[in-house]
Antibody
Framework: EVQLVESGGDLVKPGGSLRISCAASGFTLRNVWMSWVRQAPGKGLEWVGRIKTKTDGETADYAAPVKGRFTISRNDSNNTLHLQMNSLKTEDTALYYC?????????????WGHGTLVTVSS | IVMTQSPGTLSVSPGERASLSCRASQSVSTNLAWYQQKPGQAPRLLIYGASARATGIPARFSGSGSGTEFTLTISGLQSEDFAVYYCQQYNNWPMYTFGQGTKLEIK
Protein backbone atom coordinates (compact mmCIF):
# COMPACT_ATOMS: atom_id res chain seq x y z
CA GLU A 1 0.00 0.00 0.00
CA VAL A 2 1.32 3.41 -0.98
CA GLN A 3 1.78 5.66 2.05
CA LEU A 4 2.99 9.25 2.18
CA VAL A 5 3.35 10.77 5.65
CA GLU A 6 4.22 14.44 5.95
CA SER A 7 5.79 15.97 9.05
CA GLY A 8 7.46 19.10 10.30
CA GLY A 9 4.68 21.64 9.93
CA ASP A 10 4.86 24.46 12.48
CA LEU A 11 4.15 28.09 13.32
CA VAL A 12 6.83 30.33 11.84
CA LYS A 13 7.31 34.10 11.80
CA PRO A 14 7.34 35.97 8.49
CA GLY A 15 10.81 35.90 7.02
CA GLY A 16 11.62 32.66 8.77
CA SER A 17 12.53 29.22 7.44
CA LEU A 18 11.12 25.74 7.84
CA ARG A 19 11.82 22.31 6.42
CA ILE A 20 9.02 19.80 6.06
CA SER A 21 9.42 16.16 5.16
CA CYS A 22 7.53 13.29 3.62
CA ALA A 23 8.18 9.63 4.45
CA ALA A 24 7.29 7.34 1.55
CA SER A 25 6.52 3.64 1.75
CA GLY A 26 4.84 0.95 -0.31
CA PHE A 27 6.79 1.79 -3.47
CA THR A 28 10.36 2.44 -4.59
CA LEU A 29 10.87 6.18 -4.13
CA ARG A 30 13.94 6.40 -6.41
CA ASN A 31 11.82 5.42 -9.40
CA VAL A 32 9.15 8.07 -8.92
CA TRP A 33 8.90 11.78 -9.55
CA MET A 34 7.44 13.60 -6.54
CA SER A 35 5.70 16.89 -5.93
CA TRP A 36 4.29 19.20 -3.28
CA VAL A 37 0.83 20.74 -3.45
CA ARG A 38 -0.55 23.19 -0.91
CA GLN A 39 -3.96 24.34 0.20
CA ALA A 40 -4.53 27.53 2.12
CA PRO A 41 -7.28 27.36 4.78
CA GLY A 42 -10.67 27.22 3.08
CA LYS A 43 -9.12 27.64 -0.36
CA GLY A 44 -8.32 25.50 -3.40
CA LEU A 45 -5.28 23.49 -4.42
CA GLU A 46 -2.03 25.07 -5.60
CA TRP A 47 0.89 23.15 -7.11
CA VAL A 48 4.17 24.11 -5.40
CA GLY A 49 6.86 22.17 -7.22
CA ARG A 50 8.13 18.85 -8.50
CA ILE A 51 11.38 16.89 -8.45
CA LYS A 52 12.44 14.29 -10.97
CA THR A 53 14.19 11.02 -10.20
CA LYS A 54 17.97 10.83 -10.01
CA THR A 55 17.90 8.90 -13.28
CA ASP A 56 16.13 11.83 -14.93
CA GLY A 57 18.53 14.36 -13.48
CA GLU A 58 16.96 15.04 -10.06
CA THR A 59 16.02 18.53 -11.24
CA ALA A 60 13.18 20.47 -9.65
CA ASP A 61 10.67 22.98 -10.98
CA TYR A 62 8.64 25.43 -8.96
CA ALA A 63 5.52 27.52 -9.18
CA ALA A 64 6.15 31.24 -9.62
CA PRO A 65 5.04 32.29 -6.07
CA VAL A 66 7.70 30.10 -4.43
CA LYS A 67 10.52 30.06 -6.98
CA GLY A 68 13.78 31.20 -5.42
CA ARG A 69 12.47 30.69 -1.87
CA PHE A 70 11.56 26.99 -1.76
CA THR A 71 13.77 23.99 -2.53
CA ILE A 72 12.67 20.39 -3.00
CA SER A 73 15.14 17.61 -2.32
CA ARG A 74 15.00 13.86 -2.01
CA ASN A 75 16.86 11.19 -0.07
CA ASP A 76 16.06 7.95 -1.84
CA SER A 77 18.12 5.84 0.55
CA ASN A 78 15.90 7.03 3.42
CA ASN A 79 12.71 7.10 1.32
CA THR A 80 12.21 10.75 2.22
CA LEU A 81 11.22 13.91 0.37
CA HIS A 82 11.91 17.37 1.76
CA LEU A 83 10.67 20.89 1.16
CA GLN A 84 12.95 23.66 2.44
CA MET A 85 11.03 26.91 2.74
CA ASN A 86 12.89 30.21 3.23
CA SER A 87 11.77 33.83 3.43
CA LEU A 88 8.33 32.67 4.41
CA LYS A 89 5.37 34.98 3.89
CA THR A 90 1.94 35.00 5.50
CA GLU A 91 0.49 33.87 2.17
CA ASP A 92 2.51 30.63 2.46
CA THR A 93 0.21 29.54 5.28
CA ALA A 94 -1.31 26.27 4.07
CA LEU A 95 -1.64 22.53 4.43
CA TYR A 96 1.23 21.07 2.42
CA TYR A 97 0.64 17.75 0.66
CA CYS A 98 3.34 15.39 -0.58
CA UNK A 99 2.32 13.56 -3.75
CA UNK A 100 3.60 11.07 -6.28
CA UNK A 101 3.75 11.99 -9.96
CA UNK A 102 2.81 9.21 -12.33
CA UNK A 103 3.38 6.31 -9.94
CA UNK A 104 0.45 4.54 -11.59
CA UNK A 105 -1.01 7.06 -14.03
CA UNK A 106 1.71 8.96 -15.86
CA UNK A 107 2.09 11.95 -15.59
CA UNK A 108 -0.80 12.79 -13.27
CA UNK A 109 -0.49 13.56 -9.56
CA UNK A 110 -1.86 10.25 -8.32
CA UNK A 111 -1.18 9.51 -4.64
CA TRP A 112 -1.42 12.06 -1.82
CA GLY A 113 -0.37 12.21 1.80
CA HIS A 114 -2.61 13.74 4.46
CA GLY A 115 -0.67 16.95 4.71
CA THR A 116 1.27 18.98 7.28
CA LEU A 117 0.18 22.45 8.35
CA VAL A 118 2.51 25.41 7.98
CA THR A 119 1.38 28.64 9.60
CA VAL A 120 3.27 31.86 8.95
CA SER A 121 2.27 34.54 11.41
CA SER A 122 3.82 37.08 13.74
CA ILE B 1 -2.92 28.22 -18.43
CA VAL B 2 -5.96 29.20 -16.37
CA MET B 3 -8.50 26.52 -15.45
CA THR B 4 -12.04 27.73 -14.76
CA GLN B 5 -14.64 25.46 -13.18
CA SER B 6 -18.37 26.01 -13.18
CA PRO B 7 -20.59 26.26 -11.33
CA GLY B 8 -18.98 27.17 -8.04
CA THR B 9 -21.64 25.22 -6.18
CA LEU B 10 -24.00 22.61 -7.59
CA SER B 11 -27.04 21.35 -5.69
CA VAL B 12 -28.29 17.93 -6.79
CA SER B 13 -30.56 15.32 -5.21
CA PRO B 14 -29.28 11.82 -4.40
CA GLY B 15 -29.88 9.44 -7.29
CA GLU B 16 -29.74 12.17 -9.91
CA ARG B 17 -26.93 13.05 -12.29
CA ALA B 18 -24.42 15.87 -11.82
CA SER B 19 -22.38 17.49 -14.58
CA LEU B 20 -19.36 19.60 -13.60
CA SER B 21 -17.58 21.78 -16.13
CA CYS B 22 -13.93 22.73 -16.52
CA ARG B 23 -12.58 25.11 -19.13
CA ALA B 24 -8.94 25.75 -20.02
CA SER B 25 -7.70 29.12 -21.29
CA GLN B 26 -5.82 27.29 -24.03
CA SER B 27 -5.77 23.75 -25.31
CA VAL B 28 -4.51 21.08 -22.92
CA SER B 29 -5.32 18.21 -25.30
CA THR B 30 -6.54 15.40 -23.00
CA ASN B 31 -3.95 16.10 -20.32
CA LEU B 32 -6.55 16.70 -17.64
CA ALA B 33 -7.33 15.09 -14.30
CA TRP B 34 -10.23 15.30 -11.87
CA TYR B 35 -9.91 15.03 -8.10
CA GLN B 36 -12.43 14.60 -5.31
CA GLN B 37 -11.85 16.14 -1.88
CA LYS B 38 -14.03 15.48 1.15
CA PRO B 39 -13.84 17.66 4.29
CA GLY B 40 -10.72 16.96 6.32
CA GLN B 41 -9.31 14.58 3.72
CA ALA B 42 -6.64 14.71 1.05
CA PRO B 43 -7.74 14.91 -2.58
CA ARG B 44 -8.23 11.63 -4.44
CA LEU B 45 -7.53 11.09 -8.12
CA LEU B 46 -10.70 10.13 -9.98
CA ILE B 47 -9.99 10.65 -13.67
CA TYR B 48 -6.79 11.07 -15.68
CA GLY B 49 -6.25 11.57 -19.38
CA ALA B 50 -9.62 13.38 -19.40
CA SER B 51 -11.64 10.14 -19.44
CA ALA B 52 -9.80 7.22 -17.80
CA ARG B 53 -10.89 6.20 -14.33
CA ALA B 54 -8.23 5.68 -11.68
CA THR B 55 -8.03 2.39 -9.81
CA GLY B 56 -11.06 1.67 -7.68
CA ILE B 57 -13.17 4.55 -8.96
CA PRO B 58 -16.80 3.52 -9.53
CA ALA B 59 -18.20 3.47 -13.04
CA ARG B 60 -20.74 6.16 -12.15
CA PHE B 61 -17.87 8.66 -12.50
CA SER B 62 -17.07 9.55 -16.10
CA GLY B 63 -14.96 12.21 -17.74
CA SER B 64 -15.16 13.63 -21.23
CA GLY B 65 -13.76 16.41 -23.38
CA SER B 66 -10.56 17.53 -25.02
CA GLY B 67 -8.85 20.77 -25.93
CA THR B 68 -10.41 23.43 -23.72
CA GLU B 69 -13.75 21.99 -22.61
CA PHE B 70 -14.15 19.14 -20.12
CA THR B 71 -16.95 17.58 -18.13
CA LEU B 72 -17.07 15.31 -15.11
CA THR B 73 -20.38 13.44 -14.92
CA ILE B 74 -21.53 11.57 -11.84
CA SER B 75 -24.55 9.35 -12.47
CA GLY B 76 -26.84 8.11 -9.73
CA LEU B 77 -25.38 10.34 -7.01
CA GLN B 78 -24.72 8.64 -3.70
CA SER B 79 -24.31 10.32 -0.33
CA GLU B 80 -20.56 9.79 -0.34
CA ASP B 81 -20.21 11.71 -3.63
CA PHE B 82 -21.01 15.08 -2.11
CA ALA B 83 -17.66 16.80 -1.95
CA VAL B 84 -15.49 19.37 -3.72
CA TYR B 85 -14.17 18.48 -7.17
CA TYR B 86 -11.10 19.96 -8.83
CA CYS B 87 -9.89 19.72 -12.39
CA GLN B 88 -6.18 20.03 -13.15
CA GLN B 89 -4.19 20.33 -16.35
CA TYR B 90 -0.77 18.76 -16.85
CA ASN B 91 -0.28 19.66 -20.51
CA ASN B 92 1.80 22.73 -19.73
CA TRP B 93 4.18 20.88 -17.47
CA PRO B 94 6.08 21.07 -15.33
CA MET B 95 3.42 23.56 -14.31
CA TYR B 96 0.31 21.82 -13.01
CA THR B 97 -2.69 24.15 -12.76
CA PHE B 98 -5.82 23.44 -10.75
CA GLY B 99 -9.27 24.87 -11.22
CA GLN B 100 -10.84 26.68 -8.26
CA GLY B 101 -13.17 23.78 -7.49
CA THR B 102 -16.87 22.96 -7.64
CA LYS B 103 -18.70 22.11 -4.44
CA LEU B 104 -21.32 19.41 -4.99
CA GLU B 105 -23.96 19.62 -2.29
CA ILE B 106 -27.12 17.76 -1.45
CA LYS B 107 -30.29 19.40 -2.67
Amino acid sequence: EVQLVESGGDLVKPGGSLRISCAASGFTLRNVWMSWVRQAPGKGLEWVGRIKTKTDGETADYAAPVKGRFTISRNDSNNTLHLQMNSLKTEDTALYYCTTVGLQFWPSIDFWGHGTLVTVSS
Amino acid sequence: IVMTQSPGTLSVSPGERASLSCRASQSVSTNLAWYQQKPGQAPRLLIYGASARATGIPARFSGSGSGTEFTLTISGLQSEDFAVYYCQQYNNWPMYTFGQGTKLEIK
